[in-house]
């Protein structure tokens, strides 16, 4: 039964302290009263502002509520980018900088005082933030991720005093054009290259059924597909673009993004045996449409009408096609239309990167390999889930690597020079360790491909396993250059800088592959090698146990076996730092 004048909530909690308040106050007390009056007015300003409520005050201190968590992370961003402008008008001895911690949890309500666990967590958690820092618990991390244009640091779990269960800490970047998407990691010249450029946005699914949004997404992937092979063309690939997904975006703000002059919108409208697509190339520098039109095709029709708007977008920006583009363009896939829906629906869960939608992606494929046999590019896909299988250890199969080899040469069989056999066949190798094969294997015209950001990275890969990762940074630079948001190229990237001893440029890209892929433990195995670098233990040591927590029969031997180094310094250089971050 509750008291009279008691209530419980769930509540936002954002508790923040000034760092290095004891100094401030030795150094000259009066100033820093006067400079901590202002800045307590300015938050109580702009948590108002925000909808939240300041709950009490107390020296250095600040507590609020919120009813929203989103509503109080956007709030703790403005306060500290103000007093951070307010600062710069003062001696350096003077500035004054507020650590906030923020969480979300169920507290008790008595007479405008609030109590609870969730902001004792809240207190604990401003001690983890740098001074002008934000940190928040997973809870609240788990709300906000998607919708604000926030970057997030992983801290691992921590034990805070008073609290019996560790808790999960994610520190906010709060430049969001530096993180909001992953760094690029060293590419800092997006200026236009010179050739035309190009970004194809997803196309929206208008077909009043979410679930037929596989399909809008494949035609999407054929398009960009079809003009990566013009040579005369700089486009930007597919994990990139697919970033603006869902998401409200000016054409304007894409090019610059990306560097590219043009990008291309559409929509796809399936329904039945109809589709009908629409698609506009717009100039992104003055924002005119260049062009546009709509197709209302039969599904059987489908090929032809992705033809259609690839040579329209060919004739519009003039560029010439030689005799081979001309009959690679004219090449498709398939010409069964419910095999290529089955690829596409498999694609979807191909994409989703996790251990079971691999498992439903592969039996999708093979739904599209059982319509028609001679689909070479189902049997490339199919080969990747075994392999990713293997490298991500979501299946014991020891034969995984074996059944991805033989889809790769059922598929070279039917088509010599289909695509992506390049990376499938140059990765089996590599875990064969055998890595002068693999690196042969890009030694074909189609790797020459300039848009062939895939085949640059993955060729990059090969070489940081072979001894050879100076040369390494160069290609997996190209490949950011056209996929810039791909977490896996961040992580190459990573990878190459940390053989090369560049541990802080290292430590940036692995971040930046951790922002999209959390889960992918690779990276954080090389992030935590580069902590022990770095000299951040503690760091290192939180990382190891995220791994652990995943994966539990993870332990140095297993990466001993698996890790295909081609020299032993390597291996003992990354073996060495796992052992010493904790991994048995």
């Not at 760094?183 to 010249?189: T, Y």
């Not at 419910?338 to 691999?358: I, T």
């Amino acid at each position: 039964m509750a008291t009279a004048g008691i209530k419980r909530k769930l509540a936002a909690i954002l508790s923040a302290d000034v760092k290095g308040y004891s100094r401030l106050m030795r150094d000259d007390e009066e100033a820093t009263v006067q400079t901590l009056t202002l800045y307590k007015e300015v938050m109580a300003t702009r948590i108002d502002k925000h909808g939240g409520r300041v709950v009490d005050s107390p020296g250095d201190n600040l507590l609020a509520e919120f009813a929203s968590v989103v509503d109080a992370v956007a709030c703790a961003v403005k306060i500290q980018k103000e007093i951070k402008s307010r600062n710069t008008g003062l001696p350096e001895n003077r500035q004054m900088v507020f650590r906030i911690g923020i969480n979300l949890g169920d507290i008790i309500e008595e007479e405008k005082r609030i109590y609870g666990d969730g902001i004792n967590i809240a207190a604990r958690l401003e001690g983890f933030a740098d001074g002008g820092g934000i940190c928040i618990s997973k809870i609240v991390y788990d709300q906000v991720k998607n919708k604000l244009s926030l970057g997030y640091d992983y801290l691992g779990e921590q034990t805070v005093k008073n609290i019996p269960d560790p808790v999960s800490i994610y520190r906010v970047r709060m430049d969001a054009n530096d993180r909001s998407r992953p760094a690029l990691g060293g590419i800092q010249d997006l200026s236009f290259p010179d050739k035309p450029s190009i970004a194809v946005l997803p196309f929206v699914n208008m077909s009043g059924d979410s679930e037929q949004g596989y399909f809008s997404d494949g035609i999407t992937e054929d398009l960009i597909t079809d003009l990566s092979k013009i040579s005369e063309l700089f486009v930007i690939a597919r994990n990139s673009v697919f970033t603006y997904k869902d998401k409200p975006v000016k054409v304007q703000q894409v090019s610059k993004d990306l560097g590219v002059r043009y990008v291309l919108e559409g929509s796809v409208r399936k329904a039945g045996e109809r589709v009908r697509i629409t698609a506009q190339l717009v100039d992104a520098v003055s924002g005119g449409h260049i062009w546009a039109e709509r197709y209302d095709k039969n599904l059987g029709d489908i090929f032809a009408l992705q033809d259609e708007v690839t040579q329209k977008i060919v004739t519009v920006l003039a560029v010439k096609l030689g005799e081979e583009e001309h009959r690679r363009l004219a090449e498709k896939a398939t010409d069964n239309v419910v095999a290529y829906d089955h690829f596409l629906r498999g694609l979807e869960y191909y994409n989703r990167f996790s251990k079971e939608a691999n498992t439903q992606a592969r039996l999708i494929f093979q739904k599209a390999i059982l319509v028609d046999p001679g689909y070479a590019l189902a049997y490339i896909k199919a080969g990747w889930t075994h392999l990713l299988d293997w490298t991500m250890g979501w299946s014991q199969d020891p034969q995984s690597i074996d059944r991805a080899h033989e889809l790769a040469k059922k598929a070279i069989d039917l088509d010599s020079i289909i695509e992506g056999r390049l990376c499938l066949l140059g990765n089996l190798y590599l875990w064969k360790k055998e890595h002068e094969k693999a690196i042969a294997v890009f030694d074909e015209p189609e790797a020459l491909n300039p848009n062939y950001a895939e085949g640059f990275t993955e060729l990059g890969s090969i070489l940081n396993f072979s001894g050879r990762s100076k040369e390494a940074i160069e290609l997996i630079e190209r490949a950011m250059r056209l996929d810039p948001f791909h977490p896996y190229n961040h992580f190459n990237f990573g990878h190459a800088l940390f053989l090369n001893n560049r541990y802080d440029e290292a430590e940036a890209a692995m971040e930046g592959a951790l922002d999209v892929m959390p889960d992918f433990f690779p990276a954080r195995a090389f992030l935590a090698a580069i902590y022990i670098e770095l000299d951040r233990d503690a760091e290192a040591r939180a990382q190891v146990k995220e791994i652990l927590k995943k994966s539990p029969g993870t332990t140095v031997e297993v990466w001993r076996e698996r890790l295909p180094y081609k020299n032993q310094h390597d291996l003992d250089k990354m073996l060495g730092a796992l052992f010493k971050a904790g991994m048995t």
